[in-house]
Each structure stands twice: as C-alpha cells, then as structure tokens.
T-cell receptor
Framework: NAGVTQTPKFQVLKTGQSMTLQCAQD?????MYWYRQDPGMGLRLIYY???????DKGEVPNGYNVSRLNKREFSLRLESAAPSQTSVYFC???????????FGQGTRLTVV | SQQGEEDPQALSIQEGENATMNCSYK?????LQWYRQNSGRGLVHLIL?????REKHSGRLRVTLDTSKKSSSLLITASRAADTASYFC????????????FGTGTRLTIIP
C-alpha cells in the first residue's frame, strides 16, 4: 500500500507564480488535511476536509485554496506564491479525528 | 494560535534514561494523540488517548491525560538512540468538525 502520496517532493517558485500540491490516499479515509511546518512553529493546519465535497479553513488559510476532488485526492493551490509561503507542506488522512492520521512525506517549497 | 504547546521545546538525555515531555491544550477535546517525526520525514502516530481515559501504555510509551488541567504527558522509558526525534501532541478540539491540530513539538536527543 502506498498510503499517502504527495507530489512534488521539492519545488522552487518565483514570487507571484502559482502551483498546485497534489495529495492522494489509498486507505479510503474520509478526512484529509493540509499542514505547513516552519522551524519552531510545529505543524499548522491550513485546510481540512471531513468528507468528499466539504472543505474547511484551519489556522492559516490565507493565500491558499483547496479542492477535494474525490475521496482519494485533496489538492492545495497557491494562486500567487509569496516568500512567506516557503515551508514544508504535509498532507495527511484519517478515518476521522478520533483515529490516527497518516502522513505523506512532505513537499519542500521555496518561494524566491 | 495553536491548540497545543509542548514542553520542553528541547530535551537531551543519556541513552537508557527516561524522557518525559508535556503537552498543554486550550479547549475541550475528545481525543489526544502523540506523534513522532524523524528529521525531514512525515509524522508517525504513536498513541491515542480518549478524554475519558487517564493513562495508556504502549510498549515503552506511557501517556497520561488530565482533562481538568488540559494537559498530557508522554513518557518514554529506557530511551534508545533511535528515539531521537521530534514529538508532537495533536487534539481534535471536541468541535465535532474533524479538525486535528498539533502543538509546537519537543525535540528529543538521545546521547549514546
């Protein structure tokens, strides 16, 4: 089983460029999450989706949009990248918040 | 701001000693989870404790939960070099909305 797969693993963007981070899970989970991790800040929730067709804002949603394309896939889009969005992004999935979450290996994004 | 705060931020101990780290959170919860992150990797689930439980064990891990103080502790006994990692607590917030938020983490270093 692949678990949670994120693409790409690394990306460098110029300020103002757009891109979409892809996430797919093969565990038939209902809930999916996007986090960003910055040094000393732990993981901060950007957006989450409790089920196919629903999305909700987390702690730091500004500058991001998400799409729960189907039960398997949850994408994160940066419309106009800014240097403050330089971070490591993690996607996760779970049956629900009452069970363990499974994480992808992360996307290291640098905005110059 | 983040739901959870771990304490201490960093901890160094000799191999074989016990390591204790603490998590405080702000709002009522249904469940609290602990995760480990090896450098540059995704998070791995360690243990989940429900709000009606006070203590839980898994191998060398012992977790306690005090909902009256909104705090939890993770004890790792007989530490090993392989336990060197960052440890995070995560809570679901009792909102019924599947939100899973993480604390800032404790960086544990085991000295051989």
């Amino acid at each position: 089983n692949a678990g949670v797969t994120q693409t790409p693993k690394f990306q460098v963007l110029k300020t103002g460029q757009s891109m979409t981070l892809q996430c797919a899970q093969d565990m038939n989970h209902n809930s999916m999450y996007w986090y960003r991790q910055d040094p000393g800040m732990g993981l901060r929730l950007i957006y989450y989706s409790a089920s196919e067709g629903t999305t909700d804002k987390g702690e730091v949603p500004n500058g991001y949009n998400v799409s729960r394309l189907n039960k398997r896939e949850f994408s994160l889009r940066l419309e106009s990248a800014a240097p403050s969005q330089t971070s490591v992004y993690f996607c996760a999935s779970s049956e629900g918040s009452w069970t363990e979450a499974f994480f992808g290996q992360g996307t290291r994004l640098t905005v110059v | 701001s983040q739901q959870g705060e771990e304490d201490p931020q960093a901890l160094s101990i000799q191999e074989g000693e016990n390591a204790t780290m603490n998590c405080s959170y702000k709002t009522s919860i249904n469940n609290l989870q602990w995760y480990r992150q090896n450098s540059g990797r995704g998070l791995v689930h360690l243990i989940l404790i429900r709000s009606n439980e006070r203590e839980k064990h898994s191998g060398r891990l012992r977790v306690t939960l005090d909902t009256s103080k909104k705090s939890s502790s993770l004890l790792i006994t007989a530490s090993r070099a392989a336990d060197t990692a960052s440890y995070f607590c995560a809570t679901d917030g009792n909102f019924g909305n599947e939100k899973l938020t993480f604390g800032t983490g404790t960086r544990l270093t085991i000295i051989p």
